[in-house]
Structures are given as structure tokens and as C-alpha cells.
């Protein structure tokens, strides 16, 4: 049973080497709607993983609802599989498996319609950093000064679970953080989410959380949709630090002792 993701991308290429060479050995298919990149994001994509499929987005901003709507149009496209939508901030850990592990471990599930949700943790540190690849990426992450939080634990604003699932469409709320089909009662052991979501603040990621907010409508600016987009550069050093000293966050190896352990492992074999 194939793996599909599913992510949108508008002028990504500090984050998409990054994103594509930690996924392109998890997925059997990865689907990339691209909103009118003018960077060098769709090249980047085809150099990492030539067979990707680009779909251009039939919308021409990041209206809320029309976003979740194309994504689900597209996972309706795929039969038998297991499906996620990630954000390019999303980097899903599969403890090791990869897409013949990842298949096996789908396979028990093909006669049953199901949806997993997976924690999402999200990294932060005060100090400025520029990881040139994955392994530095990852390693930095298992420093003694980087802190994490389990998102469903922490303030408005942060991101919770994502999703994955084999039904036709993820059938998901607003944002894609809930799914109206059933869900398993547990989180699923086998896979978690690390979000980059303020993390790593360096120029070119601030750059990046810059330019959206040109691309967000009206119609979400009224009804309070997609508010983190017009956060300014201050207010995202202030949210930093606040968070960072806020009690519910912890250095990896208290908040999740397998994730820390994998990261390390997966830092020094690559």
C-alpha cells in the first residue's frame, strides 16, 4: 500500500532542500501545488526528486478554506494508499522506515478505512543559526540549549496534529489540524512530526515568514484566518523568547527520549 504527501509551496527554496532530501526515501509519491512560485522552488523540486508531480494551484492566494478544498480535490485523486498533507515546515520522522517498511506497516490496513494522528514538536533556541544540510539540521536540534514542546500542550498559534490516513480525502477542519473521519484513539507510535515552525530564525527563514502575508485575502485578514502571517519581525523575537522560557518547554531528551535517540542516530549515519 503507497504513501502519498501531499504539500504546497510559494518561493520555498531556503526550506525545500531541506524538506525534499528528508522525505524523498519515506514516500512513494509526493504532490507539490505550487502557488506561482517566482524563486527557484519547482527547480529545486525537479533536481531532488525528478518524479515528483507538480500541480499548478487553481487558486491565487492562501485563502484558508479554498487551500484545504484543493488538497482534498487532489487526495481524492489517489486510490488505495495512505495519504498526509504536510506543510513545508512539516518534517514527518519515520523512525527509520522507509517505503518498503512503510508499505508493510500500511498493509494490515487495507481493508479498513482509518486516520492516525501524529504529535508534532516543535523546536525553538534563542541563539541564530544556518544549518548548511539535513545533518546539521537535525543535529543542532539535539543540542542542550534547543527546546521542544508537544504543540497540543502549548498557547494558541502553534500547530498541533497532523494526520494520516486512507480514506478518499482527509475530510479535514479549517487548517487541516482535525479530520471529521474516524480517528484512532491512540497517536501513532510510529511516526511523529518535528514543525519548523520558528525554528531555525536566521535571516532567510524570517525572509520566508515575511512574504506571505501578501499572498493571504481579505476575506481571511476579516475573519481572523491565517493571523500568524502578520506577525512582525519583533513580535516573532518576543514570541521566541517567551516561549522559550515558558515551563512546558523541555530539551528533547525529557520530552521525547526516542525522537532524541533517533535524531542522533540519523545525524550520524548520514
Known amino acids: 500500500m503507497n504513501f502519498i504527501c501531499i504539500i504546497h509551496i510559494y518561493n520555498e527554496e531556503y526550506l525545500l532542500p531541506f524538506w525534499l532530501n528528508h522525505h524523498k526515501d519515506i514516500f512513494d509519491k509526493i504532490v507539490i501545488i505550487d502557488y506561482q512560485s517566482t524563486d527557484n522552488s519547482i527547480e529545486i523540486c525537479k533536481s531532488i526528486i525528478p518524479d515528483c508531480i507538480i500541480v499548478n494551484s487553481r487558486n491565487k492566494e492562501f485563502k484558508a478554506q479554498d487551500v484545504d478544498s484543493e488538497v482534498m480535490d487532489i487526495e481524492n485523486t489517489f486510490d488505495n494508499c495512505f495519504k498526509i498533507c504536510l506543510n513545508i515546515t512539516e518534517f514527518l520522522i519515520t523512525y527509520g522506515k522507509k517505503k518498503n517498511e512503510c508499505r508493510i506497516l500500511f498493509e494490515k490496513y487495507k481493508n479498513i478505512n482509518i486516520t492516525f494522528k501524529l504529535n508534532n514538536y ?149
Open 122 to 270: 516543535v523546536p525553538l533556541t534563542l541563539k541564530e543559526i544556518d544549518p548548511k544540510n539535513n545533518n546539521e539540521l537535525f543535529q543542532i536540534m539535539c543540542h542542550d540549549d534547543v527546546k521542544f514542546a508537544n504543540d497540543i500542550k502549548t498557547k494558541k498559534g502553534i500547530r498541533n496534529y497532523r494526520y494520516f490516513h486512507n480514506y478518499k480525502n482527509g475530510n479535514y477542519d479549517l487548517g487541516r489540524h482535525n479530520s471529521f473521519n474516524y480517528i484512532d484513539g491512540n497517536e501513532s507510535s510510529d511516526f511523529d512530526i518535528i514543525s519548523l515552525y520558528l525554528y531555525p530564525m536566521n535571516n532567510k527563514f524570517m525572509a520566508r515568514k515575511m512574504q506571505i502575508k501578501t499572498r493571504i485575502p481579505e476575506y481571511d485578514i476579516i475573519n481572523g484566518f491565517g493571523f500568524q502571517h502578520f506577525w512582525s519581525e519583533n513580535y516573532i523575537y518576543k514570541l521566541i523568547i517567551d516561549t522559550y522560557n515558558n515551563k512546558d518547554y523541555y530539551n528533547l531528551k525529557i520530552l521525547n527520549t526516542k525522537l532524541y535517540n533517533y535524531l542522533l542516530t540519523e545525524c550520524i549515519n548520514m
